[in-house]
């Protein structure tokens, strides 16, 4: 199995040179595994800030796509209701209305042509 970052780890069942029954071996295993719990102390750290960081992430997310669906129910309604008023319009028989409404458009679409032609 292959170790990242390089760790300089072995079993003691790999590496004949340590005396296990000395004083001195036990230093050495003790001190191996403080080193190895500070680092994992690190890596824990690192990863407690990360997920505070996701959560927070999350929460912005979360608000922002709320906002969004507040805005596109509103938008959504008065859509309706303007779609409702040229509907009664139409049904109304006010046809110069309606004429008024399409020249009013015709007009737009030409002048957004011509300002799009010229530059």
């Known amino acids: 199995m292959r170790r990242a970052q390089g ?7 790999q590496a004949p040179d340590r005396p296990s029954t000395s ?3 036990n230093d050495l295993i003790e001190e191996e595994n403080q080193r190895l719990t500070d680092e994992l102390q690190g890596k ?3 990863l407690k800030s990360l997920t505070i960081d996701i959560g927070h992430e999350v929460r912005y997310q ?3 796509l709320r906002g969004i669906d507040d805005d596109m129910e509103r938008t959504g ?7 409702n008023r040229v509907v009664r319009l139409g049904r109304n028989g006010h046809h110069k209305y309606m004429f008024y409404i399409f020249l009013f458009a015709l007009f ?9 032609k010229l530059r």
Request: proline share 3%.
């Open 23 to 25: 004083a001195g071996g």
């Open 108 to 116: 737009v679409f030409l002048l957004l042509y011509f300002v799009i």
């Open 62 to 64: 979360d608000k922002l």
């Open 44 to 46: 824990i750290g690192a």
């Open 7 to 13: 760790y300089s780890y072995q079993p003691l069942s």
């Open 77 to 83: 309604g008065f859509l309706t209701n303007t779609m």
